[in-house]
């Protein structure tokens, strides 16, 4: 029962500390006293954190959408075409913190995770 205890009380302390860097894949972050989630759109990043440290273009992709004609073959249109840019931006957020990588889509911000360096 004692070892019991013991190992306990020193798994509880590690596990309370080290709970939020078990998680790399975060949903928000905090910039200031605002916070930005996954979902919100550019310019209200921009507008609550500033420009990134460093921001560059990772993905450039095309896509369709088709339209079904009466017969059902699939139709398509050069204005069904549209054009998605993908970027990443990073934030570092202080001295001796890891900086967050935001990556956005579309102008949509679509994941936010910690690097693992400074």
Excluded: H
């Excluded at 204005?79 to 957020?93: G, I, M, N, P, S």
């Amino acid at each position: 029962m004692n070892r019991y205890l013991l190992a306990l009380g020193m798994l509880l302390p590690l596990a309370a500390v080290g709970a939020p860097s078990l998680d790399p894949e975060a949903g928000s972050m905090r910039c200031g006293r605002s916070l930005v989630e996954v979902g919100d759109e550019a310019f209200v990043l921009l507008d609550k954190c500033g420009d990134p440290d460093f921001r560059q273009v990772v993905a450039i992709g095309t896509y369709s959408d088709a339209t079904r004609t009466r017969a059902g073959k699939r139709q398509f249109r050069a204005e069904d075409r549209a054009t998605l840019v993908t970027e990443e931006w990073v934030y570092r957020q202080g001295r001796g913190r890891l900086a967050k990588i935001l990556t956005v889509t579309g102008g949509v911000l679509t994941s936010i995770r910690v690097s693992d360096r400074q």
